[in-house]
């Protein structure tokens, strides 16, 4: 039977009140002080402490009793993107706007439902509108376009205390794995900035990653919050479809957010979370050893699976057996080059909302000199040029598939709850790697020619170089599952890759009480620690006091009371086998040292069109439907 308390509970698990779970190594005592490590704000007589790597409920609380300032630290965010421009992971900052956001916060005595109370974030350029914020969906011809309202979703942010201090970056209508486009440009890594920091959401990545803020907002249609994740080591939770406030029930865009703190993701989702869809949860087992995990290292397109991707799995895999769980290996039922080929089909209403948008602004259709001329990128015209040659029954077609998609997976986990598989089969690429190939841009110039049937097959190729370093992440979103990136593995080079954690619908609270369970072993690396790693940095002595403080959690279920028991041995992070800590580490100075690459060519493919509306109209690839949307403000 469905508990309404079910959510709270499961919080008690995760995120025992009064504790400060905050995992960050200590600076070296050479380098800094932590005691005297204080900043004064000029406009403020109160002293603002230091809140590197803190996570964000920890920041809360702190400005809620008066110990640091929340102007101070919108102030420090700023200087923070400032210091990492080089990162052009943030593409508009409003320190007016944010000001009056902080002037409008409520007095500290009166603010206990705001958990996120005074701490700074960031939101995605694509699909999060807040009113007079930018919203070009990376279009160069939309340069000037603002949003004329505020999503509930990011309303509900500021609800929950937060202070909106800009936009991210994002490639052009979220159709690739990369965040790069004809208007912004690239968003680097900050592991190592000649690399891309994934897409779409690779601005908000890159800002968590960098410790520019604690949480910063994106959204997923086939991946987009999870590939930046692992390309960046960070986490990166794509919820349940639907169950986030504004979301379609429909597969097709989730939103919600990149993190470096478990217990931040669940206070998180459960602050986003849409009352009236708990019931979506499922009910919380007496024991997590309890469930059944199967795992995978086969690329579900075909594609080459690295060794490092491998090596992350197999690791987790060894962990999870040490900590008592089932783990077999098992690939998904799901044939996924012919879910490719219907997600494909629901990418095609992103071609005619181009063209619509084009209409407006350059009072024509687009055309495939826009492609050389960089109006829009490859792929958006291939997908405008298909939309108009589209039979009525494509519908269909993609509907049958998601329901055999979701059929297939729920079959599935009536024996593996838990699906385990790279996130990424790569490490992050160039960002010299071009999107698309010479050879398959020449095709899609001549598009107009083809025949429908033909002209899928130009798309699903075009953009296999890039799908095929990200094909494990589509499969969620068509079949409306929770999915869990955790930043487990840095390879003999320095560079992140993610695990993924895929569970069944509802199952978005078991999967963070796993990615918990990685968390308090000291399994997740963070740029940050990793980096400290380099000065042979030991944890303090407070750290393991509180690590002690969460070695034992009760929660409750069905009225019957369960014991996990999280141990707190030291474990060592997951390293490549090929390397040693302090040779794969590479300071910031080292990393800001790299010279950065220039190139002309974009970025790779696939992550899918983060258009919300036009997915939830079942591929609305005809005008008069378009223009309607459009009218709606195509709400994400």
């Known amino acids: 039977m469905k508990k309404h308390w079910k959510l709270r509970f499961t919080l008690s698990l995760l995120v025992p009140l009064g504790f400060n779970l905050f995992y960050s ?311 996924g080059v012919k879910l490719m080929h219907a997600y494909y089909l629901g990418a095609l209403s992103d071609g005619t909302v181009a063209n619509y948008l084009a209409q407006q602004k350059l009072h024509r259709n687009l055309q495939a000199s826009d492609v050389t001329e960089h109006v829009v990128s490859p792929m958006t015209y291939a997908l405008y040029e298909a939309s108009k040659k589209a039979p009525k029954e494509i519908k269909q077609t993609y509907n049958n598939e998601l329901a055999l998609v979701t059929a297939q997976m729920k079959s599935f986990h009536e024996e593996y709850p838990i699906y385990l598989t790279p996130t990424t089969a790569t490490v992050a690429p160039l960002n010299s790697d071009p999107a698309f190939l010479p050879a398959d841009v020449a095709k899609i110039l001549q598009m107009a020619k083809m025949p429908f049937d033909q002209q899928m097959d130009v798309i699903y190729n075009a953009w296999y170089h890039g799908l095929s370093k990200t094909p494990f992440t589509q499969l969620a979103n068509l079949a409306g599952e929770p999915a869990l990136s955790l930043p487990t593995y840095v390879n003999a080079q320095g560079l992140p890759l993610g695990i993924q954690l895929e569970g069944e619908k509802g199952s978005d609270l078991i999967l963070l009480a796993l990615g918990k369970l990685f968390e308090e072993k000291d399994k997740l690396i963070f740029l940050s620690d990793y980096q400290k790693l380099n000065n042979d940095v030991q944890p303090s002595k407070q750290q393991s006091k509180d690590a002690a403080n969460i070695s034992k959690v009760v929660v409750h279920n069905l009225g019957e009371k369960a014991v996990y028991e999280f141990q707190t041995t030291p474990s060592k992070l997951n390293f490549s086998n090929d390397v040693s800590p302090k040779d794969a580490v590479r300071t910031p100075k080292q990393a800001n040292a790299r010279k950065l690459q220039s190139t002309n060519e974009k970025q790779l493919p696939q992550t899918g069109s983060d258009n919300n509306k036009l997915v939830l109209l079942g591929l609305a690839l005809f005008p008069l439907s378009l223009i309607s949307v459009y009218q709606n403000k195509r709400k994400f």
């Open 25 to 335: 190594l200590p600076t070296h005592a050479s380098e800094t002080n932590i005691q005297t490590n204080v900043k004064v704000d000029a406009q403020s007589s109160k002293t603002i402490k230091s809140t590197e790597n803190q996570s964000a409920l920890v920041t809360a609380q702190q400005v809620k009793d008066q110990q640091i300032d929340s102007q101070q630290l919108v102030n420090d965010t700023y200087q923070k993107i400032a210091e990492n421009k080089d990162l052009n992971s943030v593409i508009y900052q409003d320190p007016v706007k944010a000001r009056q956001q902080v002037n409008a916060l409520p007095d500290t005595t009166t603010n206990s439902e705001q958990p996120f109370y005074g701490v700074p974030i960031l939101i995605k350029g694509l699909g999060q509108a807040y009113k007079e914020y930018p919203n070009t969906n990376g279009l160069p011809y939309m340069q000037d376009n603002r949003y004329g309202y505020t999503k509930n979703f990011v309303a509900k942010l500021q609800e929950m205390g937060f202070v909106i201090v800009g936009e991210t970056n994002y490639p052009e209508l979220g159709l690739i794995n990369v965040t790069d486009s004809n208007l912004y440009g690239p968003a680097h890594n900050p592991w190592d900035l000649t690399r891309n920091a994934g897409g779409s959401s690779g601005g908000a990545a890159a800002s968590v990653a960098a410790g520019i803020v604690p949480i910063a907002t994106g959204n997923d249609a086939g991946g987009s919050l999870r590939i930046p994740a692992s390309w960046s080591g960070v986490i990166g939770l794509k919820p349940t479809q639907g169950i986030i406030l504004g979301d379609s029930l429909i597969p097709s865009v989730v939103n919600f957010a990149e993190t470096w703190r478990i217990d931040d993701t669940i206070k998180l989702f459960e602050g986003l979370l849409d009352p009236k869809r708990k019931s979506l949860l499922k009910e919380f087992p007496l024991k997590l050893q309890d469930l059944k995990i199967a795992y995978s290292l086969k690329s579900p397109v075909g594609s080459v699976v690295s060794a490092d991707a491998e090596k992350a799995v197999l690791n987790a895999v060894a962990f999870l057996r040490q900590q008592g769980f089932q783990v077999v290996e098992k690939d998904s039922p799901v044939d």
